[in-house]
């Protein structure tokens, strides 16, 4: 951790903006300290807006797909992700989970000092104070997503107090300090929460206080303590916090005509289904960075060098809702169908299924998202109010109330249809957690929360990763240690490696079982 944060006390004068295209200009490192840097609400804001720009990275949404069971090897794969995450291989070399636990702490760092210094900095008047306060709850917001993050990759067991999950980080670090470990899963769960309280006391003391999708907001914190709980298997007070957002933040469930806008223009009415984004400008449009951009080279259509496509096994299911706008969002209607795919001599060529769910289209193949100069690119979706509804159908899973799920999920397949749904029945419990982890499967397909799902509900469910045989023995695609066998439930790549920068630059801490 050491080195990480040299690398983020060094940078982190640099206050990038990811959200307000006034706050473009940046302090330049080495003229100012934070100290002399960080004196008005307007300098908060750019730190603020740089916390969320370096939270826009898509490698979690694009490991997760890979890694399970979204994605099959595209028709213009150039060798990615064949001989590393597609066949499960994790070292702690590997680039992603480097990614992601660079990326996170980044981000927490600069969050870290927005809750430092918004109580040094003296408002100009009452409108300023408040200001002030949002971006503290803001930050306490952020850092508490933060470190659910790291808790949920990292750790092995979600659910055990006494796991290990990765380094606290609730304070300023300094050069001066050389060893940071790894503390308990039961440290993180109180800081996380304790974080979300403090930010819903500063949320509901702000007057004419009005939650922004755009920001962290009141209804995320609700929410992320629904996520975090669900997380920890306390599903008495998941529930709880599920329902709190459900019936207190007016946002509802989005019909077949906005959840599209939700996905392909950004541009859905308000207070439908989106909790909370990470918003993209089109000065930001760049093929490293776009979240579509993250399984093709240029589009999300037949012609957009698709590198990862839907797979076989995810197709599959969509193909038996053909009503269900699921469908039609996820693939696109440029997609090339094989009806005789499993016996395709040429698999790769003859079924293309093609990712739109980032910037497609309804019709054709003119996509919203582009990579070209100034052009749209989507907002990233962190949490939607659907998944509420999923964790509150966990819950009464949980206990042992099959009726109860049916009457949870009911209200998403009636918002994705379009038409009110027979409620769900279920013979077993386990039948009934299958269809939550089915509907999840479903509903967040590429916004990065397979691999997590997985890890914590799969052998409830008594399923494994689903990949179809196309997708890794055909006679054109023919990747053996693809095969979903190779990686049980019990594999200790659920937890991912402590990244090998770390383990260098700081002795102290305690790499994950199995690397």
Known sequence: MKKIFIYITFVSGLLLTSCDSDLLTPFTPGSLTEETAITQSSDLQKLMNSTYNILSDRSEVVFSSVFTDEVGIGYANGGQGLTSEYIFLLIPSSKTPANIWVNTYSALARANRVIQYADQIIPANTTDAALISKLKAEALTIRAYGHLKILSYYSPNPKDDNALAGILANKVFTFDEKENPRVTNGVF????????????????????????????????????????????????????????????????????????????????????????????????????????????????????????????????????????????????????????????????????????????????????????????????????????????????????????????????????????????LYSNITAAWADILKERRLELAYEGHRFIDIKRLATKANVTIDRNPADYSSSSSDYPAANPVNLPNNSYKFALPIPQDELNANPGIIQNPGY
């Open 189 to 424: 769960y109180a800081q996380i929460h304790k974080d979300l309280d403090d930010a819903l006391l500063i949320y509901n003391g702000i007057s004419n206080y009005t939650a922004d999708n755009k920001m962290a907001n009141k209804n995320f914190a609700k929410g992320l303590k629904a996520r975090a709980y669900a997380y920890k298997g306390d599903y008495i007070n998941a529930e709880k916090w599920a329902d709190e957002v459900i019936n207190t933040s007016q946002i509802t469930l989005a019909n077949p005509v906005d959840y599209r806008k939700i996905f392909f223009t950004d541009n859905e009415p308000a207070n439908k289904e989106v909790i909370f984004r990470l918003k993209r400008t089109p000065q930001q449009n760049t093929q490293l960075t776009n979240l579509h951009n993250g399984w093709c080279s240029i589009a999300p259509n037949i012609d957009g060098s698709p590198f990862y496509e839907v797979s076989r096994s995810l197709f599959n299911l969509l193909d038996q809702r053909p009503t269900d706008v699921r469908r039609n969002v996820i693939v696109a209607p440029s997609s090339i169908i094989d009806p005789n795919y499993a016996t395709s001599a040429d698999y790769r060529n003859s079924d293309k299924l093609i990712i739109q769910k980032h910037g497609g289209t309804e019709s054709g193949s003119v996509t919203a998202a582009t990579t070209s100069t100034n052009g749209f690119n989507n907002d990233f979706k962190i949490m939607r109010i659907s998944e509420m509804y999923l964790i509150k159908a966990e819950a009464r899973a949980n206990a042992g109330d099959l009726a109860g799920v049916g009457l949870a999920l009911k209200p998403i397949l009636d918002a994705r249809f379009g038409v009110v749904q027979i409620t769900p």
